[in-house]
């Protein structure tokens, strides 16, 4: 993989919905595990979610869980977060990073499995 791109954030009221994208270019993208990831201030970088590429199964952390869809559309190397009854706490930088050739995403996302990330796409929630 060359690079991760991310785009789709934005200011949104409380309660509003938005679609992040992260476009995963080179000849193995596809057959890796794509996470999502946010630093808000003051605060520790989180993992939001994960998409494995075998079994296409997903991890959400319990802060998004109900609310935050990941998915992913090979055909086009683009894993999308979409982002529902959205909070101020969601308030924060958001990366895509690609994990490791045989990373697998189970109960949990591991961060030192995880190799190249994007730029980040910034995400605001205030009213």
């Known amino acids: 993989q060359l690079q991760l791109v991310e785009s789709g954030g934005g200011l949104v009221q409380p309660g509003g919905s938005l679609r992040l994208s992260c476009v995963a270019s080179?000849?193995?993208?596809?057959?890796?595990?794509i996470g999502w990831f946010r630093q808000a201030p003051g605060k520790e970088r989180e993992g939001v979610s994960c998409?494995?590429?075998?079994?296409?199964?997903?991890y959400y952390a319990d802060s998004v869980k109900g609310r935050f869809t990941i998915s992913r559309d090979n055909a086009k190397s683009t894993v999308y977060l979409q982002m529902n009854s959205l909070k101020a706490e969601d308030t924060a930088v958001y990366h895509c990073?690609?994990?490791?050739?045989?990373?697998?995403?189970?109960?949990?996302?591991?961060?030192?499995?995880?190799?190249?990330w994007g730029q980040g796409t910034q995400v605001t929630v205030s009213s």
């Open positions: 998409i494995n590429a075998g079994d296409g199964s997903t």
């Open positions: 080179g000849s193995t993208s596809d057959y890796v595990a």
């Open positions: 990073a690609e994990g490791v050739l045989r990373y697998y995403c189970g109960g949990y996302i591991s961060l030192p499995n995880f190799g190249s």
